[in-house]
């Protein structure tokens, strides 16, 4: 089986290096990167940590508009595809890339595959909702994370290809957070060291970096005083849109003492950061997930989510961008049950969805739009 593979952004990468490494196993794998992350350290360095193998196509095309940066690539992905002439095109999650990848493929009749289908904020002002529903109903193949993910897709009457996998964030994590117990210095390099035998440090980890956080000066600004009022120390990797905006609000000379602003973090620090941290706040969605599945209680700054799971028992709690809501769910919230640790899956979510595409792809199966029928 041939399989293009569209990755374009960070989360894309983190979620790509399990699948790639079972697909490539027994099939051929071109891999796409439409350039959507550049930065090196948004980018490179998870292809490196994460042993990816190096793109064979990288399109540049770098940030823009949405409209142009997904006309864009829909034009040079299709350029790549009538090259390659794959038997099925693999996609991620809810970016642009996703989107102009799905459709894409789908255009020229090639199978398309999206993991981590099925998702649904019900929020149509977020630019990735859109993603997620225009791919999910383009889509011939669809591996949902969740159950919840699996009856939003019925819901909107997808239920042919639809299969429940389990996440492959899970595998990921998984996969690494050993190895970034053992090679991580991030503790050290940022004096968070944990007294002896203490599992979790008296700090907390912040990312923010959804459009309606970063570029509306008084979420942005909110968020920032509410991070100040919390007290404790708070590291703070910050997204390239991030800072682009805590300078144009003139924020980012004037931040709180105990914020301390990073670059973007490589993966496996910030597994050891957050695995240790006191509680994490966070607009980001694998973030989330992350924070439950390390038991780290966790502050949404958002008013909904997509991995509504993590909001049962009280691992995770949405506060949107109120500066009082934030402040005080930081200070008291504490979950009321264990976590139900098989939720998104046990870490095989990777080989299960290439042994589902390498079934469904056999000669004799049969496609029609989103339905797979045996001959
Ligand atoms: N992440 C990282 N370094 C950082 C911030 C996030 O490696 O400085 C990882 C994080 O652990 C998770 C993924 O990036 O695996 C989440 O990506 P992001 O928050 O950019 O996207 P979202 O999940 O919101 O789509």
Same mark, same amino acid.
């Given at each position: 089986?041939?399989?293009v593979?569209?990755?374009?952004?960070?989360?894309?990468? /983190?979620?790509c290096?399990?699948?790639?490494?079972?697909?490539?196993?027994?099939?051929?794998? $071109?891999?796409?990167?439409?350039?959507?992350?550049?930065?090196?350290?948004?980018?490179?360095?998870?292809?490196?940590?994460?042993?990816?193998?190096?793109?064979?196509?990288?399109?540049? $095309?770098?940030?823009?508009p949405?409209?142009?940066?997904?006309?864009?690539?829909?034009?040079? /992905?299709e350029?790549?595809l009538?090259?390659?002439?794959?038997?099925m095109?693999?996609?991620?999650?809810?970016?642009?890339?996703?989107?102009?990848?799905a459709?894409?493929a789908?255009?020229?009749?090639?199978?398309?595959?999206?993991v981590?289908?099925?998702?649904?904020?019900?929020?149509r002002?977020?630019?990735?909702?859109?993603?997620? $529903?225009?791919?999910?109903? /383009?889509?011939?193949?669809?591996?949902?994370?969740?159950?919840?993910?699996?009856?939003?897709?019925?819901?909107?009457?997808?239920?042919?290809?639809?299969?429940?996998?389990g996440?492959?964030?899970?595998?990921?994590?998984?996969?690494?957070?050993g190895?970034?117990?053992?090679?991580?210095?991030?503790?050290?390099?940022?004096n968070?060291?944990?007294?002896?035998?203490?599992?979790k440090?008296?700090?907390?980890?912040a990312?923010?970096h959804?459009?309606?956080n970063?570029?509306?000066?008084k979420?942005?600004?909110?968020?920032?005083?509410?991070?100040?009022?919390i007290?404790?120390p708070?590291?703070?990797?910050?997204?390239?849109?991030?800072?682009?905006?805590l300078?144009?609000?003139?924020?980012?000379d004037?931040?709180?003492e105990?914020?301390?602003?990073?670059?973007?973090l490589?993966?496996?620090?910030?597994?050891?950061?957050?695995?240790?941290?006191k509680?994490?706040?966070?607009?980001?969605?694998?973030?989330?997930?992350?924070?439950?599945?390390?038991?780290?209680?966790?502050?949404?700054?958002r008013?909904?989510?997509?991995?509504?799971?993590?909001?049962?028992?009280?691992?995770?709690?949405?506060?949107?961008?109120?500066?009082?809501r934030?402040?005080?769910?930081?200070?008291?919230?504490?979950?009321?049950?264990q976590q139900?640790?098989?939720?998104?899956?046990k870490?095989?979510?990777?080989?299960?969805?290439?042994?589902?595409?390498?079934?469904?792809?056999?000669?004799?199966?049969?496609?029609?739009?989103?339905?797979?029928?045996?001959?």
């Open positions: 089986m041939k399989i593979t569209i990755v374009g952004a960070r989360p894309q990468f /983190i979620k290096a399990p699948v790639s490494r079972a697909l490539r196993a027994e099939h051929e794998e $071109i891999l796409v990167h439409t350039g959507q992350h550049y930065d090196a350290n948004m980018s490179e360095v998870f292809f490196t940590e994460l042993a990816i193998p190096a793109p064979d196509y990288n399109l540049g $095309i770098g940030s823009g949405q409209g142009e940066q997904t006309g864009r690539m829909l034009a040079e /992905i350029k790549v009538q090259k390659e002439q794959p038997d095109v693999l996609v991620y999650g809810d970016t642009n890339s996703t989107l102009a990848g459709l894409a789908v255009k020229l009749h090639i199978l398309v595959a999206h981590e289908a099925g998702l649904r904020s019900f929020d002002s977020m630019p990735e909702e859109i993603n997620r $529903i225009m791919a999910d109903h /383009i889509s011939d193949l669809l591996f949902c994370p969740t159950q919840t993910a699996v009856d939003n897709l019925a819901a909107e009457g997808i239920t042919k290809g639809v299969y429940l996998t996440d492959v964030m899970v595998d990921a994590l998984l996969y690494n957070t190895i970034a117990e053992q090679s991580s210095t991030v503790l050290e390099d940022l968070l060291e944990l007294e002896q035998d203490l599992v440090g008296e700090y907390y980890v990312t923010v959804r459009a309606s970063t570029d509306t000066e979420n942005l600004s909110s968020i920032v005083e509410a991070f100040g009022e007290g404790l708070i590291v703070f990797p910050a997204h390239p849109r991030t800072v682009k905006y300078k144009e609000y003139g924020l980012y004037r931040l709180p105990n914020i301390t602003l990073t670059e973007p490589p993966y496996l620090d910030m597994l050891h950061l957050m695995r240790h941290a509680m994490i706040l966070t607009d980001s969605g694998g973030v989330q997930k992350e924070a439950y599945i390390l038991k780290v209680p966790c502050v949404t700054l008013e909904n989510t997509e991995w509504v799971e993590t909001l049962d028992d009280g691992w995770n709690v949405l506060v949107g961008a109120n500066r009082e934030i402040v005080d769910m930081a200070r008291r919230m504490v979950p009321n049950a139900q640790m098989d939720l998104f899956g870490g095989e979510s990777a080989v299960r969805i290439c042994e589902l595409m390498q079934s469904l792809s056999l000669p004799g199966t049969k496609i029609t739009g989103s339905s797979f029928q045996q001959k």
